[in-house]
């Protein structure tokens, strides 16, 4: 995975899952950063996961590659 695909799947996963304007900004802002924080997205991301995450492999993905 390269980091714009990381890029990309996060983006879709904040697009996705994250409803609160507040969080999504600032985790829409992490993303941007040259050095993507990975490890911090996903632990900010995971209340947002909770429950059914059609995404599951993706975040497995992400956290295989970048964790």
Same mark, same amino acid.
Not at 10 to 21: A, G, H, N, T
């Given at each position: 995975m390269?980091?714009d695909?990381l +890029?990309t799947?996060? +983006?879709?996963?904040? %697009? !996705?899952? =994250? !409803?609160?304007p507040?969080a +999504?900004?600032?985790l829409?802002a992490?993303? *941007? +950063?040259? !050095?993507?924080p /990975?490890k /911090?997205?996903?632990e900010?991301?995971?209340p947002?996961? *909770?429950g =059914?995450v059609?995404d599951a %492999?993706?975040v497995g !993905?992400?956290?295989?590659?970048?964790?």
């Amino acid at each position: 995975m390269t980091m714009d695909e990381l +890029r990309t799947h996060f +983006r879709l996963l904040i %697009k !996705d899952y =994250v !409803d609160e304007p507040t969080a +999504r900004e600032h985790l829409l802002a992490l993303v *941007s +950063r040259i !050095d993507i924080p /990975a490890k /911090a997205i996903l632990e900010e991301l995971t209340p947002f996961l *909770s429950g =059914v995450v059609t995404d599951a %492999k993706t975040v497995g !993905d992400i956290a295989f590659h970048f964790c």
